[in-house]
Nanobody, 121 residues
Framework: VQLQASGGGLVQPGGSLRLSCAASGSIFSINDMGWYRQAPGKQRELVATITSGSRTNYADSVKGRFTISRDNAKNTVDLQMNGLKPEDAAVYYC????????????????WGKGTLVTVSS
């Protein structure tokens, strides 16, 4: 199982970006999906999560600006980021809890490699 994230880049303050993450491999099912971020010198922090039933949770700092969504048929999770601020700059990582076909009874955390978001004028 592999996760591939994409969509990062340079954007001006107030701008928008859309991140996408796709899972591939021998997948039985996917439980929670989420996005996390890590800025230089800081710990990785939760940005947003979405359950298999599409219940969402957001960090207070992004509520009202970011929207997480998933496509269960495509095994993807997206993060629409609007109103970006300089403090949103970070490497963004996707994470999924995946049950593989080889071990369908056990959900394991899988992480994408990260995509860089830079917010600067």
């Amino acid at each position: 199982v592999q996760l591939q994230a994409s969509g990062g880049g340079l954007v001006q303050p107030g701008g928008s970006l859309r991140l996408s993450c796709a899972a591939s491999g021998s997948i039985f099912s996917i439980n929670d999906m989420g996005w996390y971020r890590q800025a230089p010198g800081k710990q990785r922090e939760l940005v947003a999560t979405i359950t298999s039933g599409s219940r969402t949770n957001y960090a207070d700092s992004v509520k009202g600006r970011f929207t997480i969504s998933r496509d269960n048929a495509k095994n993807t999770v997206d993060l629409q980021m609007n109103g970006l601020k300089p403090e949103d700059a970070a490497v963004y990582y996707c994470k999924m809890i995946i049950r593989s076909r080889s071990v369908p009874s056990y959900g394991k955390d899988y992480w994408g490699k990260g995509t860089l978001v830079t917010v600067s004028s």
